[in-house]
């Protein structure tokens, strides 16, 4: 294009390159020997429904083996598929060829629809990223988990980043009487960890809470 600067030919050179390169590449399977025709990209679960449309091409009806109807399959696929497999008569691998073709033309139509629709849809990725940012942090705000002290926790919401303090100076060391019974110790939680039953209790109201609470007279 005039105008473009080399870079940006080059860039459309190489785009081509990889489109071209990708429609031929996925159009020889098509093509491909009759050992390798039954390869992947067919699989085991692809030949349940191409098995049905075979079926029904050759006049057995919607079923696998030819005698026990079945309901069990993508409807769409499978009667797409059938007119493929009047098409190939007996020739089992031409049917698997013509359902490859098919399968080729429905790869490059989805190409050329997303390459319609992706400029526009480019443009609203960042708020999606935003928005997805959003509910990840309400949902791990929501999040709690019960620890073997026992204690309920969940993470703590930072709306901005924590500055670095230097640590106190050590305390002196207590010397508590030997008699004294000393509750249970329990393991010490990093600031973006709470507990919450010291600072978030409103979480675990009871049931007489709000609304539900009886009057006092």
Not at 59 to 73: A, E, H, K, M, S
Not at 155 to 181: C, F, G, N, Q, W
């Amino acid at each position: 294009m005039e105008g473009s600067s080399p870079g940006d030919r080059l860039f459309r050179a190489a785009l081509v390159a990889v489109v071209v390169a990708s429609v031929l590449l996925t159009l020889a399977l098509v093509f491909r020997p009759a050992a390798l025709v039954v390869h992947p990209p067919l699989t085991e679960d692809g030949y349940y429904p191409m098995t049905i449309a075979r079926n029904i091409a050759r006049g057995r009806g919607i079923t696998v083996d030819g005698l026990v109807p079945t309901n069990g399959f993508q409807p769409l696929f499978t009667f797409l598929t059938v007119p493929l497999f009047a098409a190939a008569g007996e020739d089992r691998l031409l049917g698997a060829r013509l359902v490859l073709a098919v399968h080729w033309v429905f790869f490059l139509a989805t190409a050329f629809v997303l390459g319609r629709i992706g400029p526009p849809a480019a443009a609203a990725v960042p708020a999606l990223v935003a928005m997805l940012a959003e509910y990840r942090t309400r949902r791990d705000n929501l999040h709690q988990w019960l620890t073997a002290e026992p204690r309920i926790l969940r993470k703590r919401h930072l709306e901005k980043k924590i500055e670095r303090r230097s640590s106190p100076p050590a305390p002196d060391k207590i010397r508590p009487p030997a008699t004294v019974p000393l509750p249970p110790m329990m393991a010490e939680l990093p600031y973006e960890i709470m507990d919450i039953f010291e600072e978030d209790l409103q979480l675990l109201t009871t049931a007489d809470h709000g609304e539900f609470k009886q009057d006092m007279d």
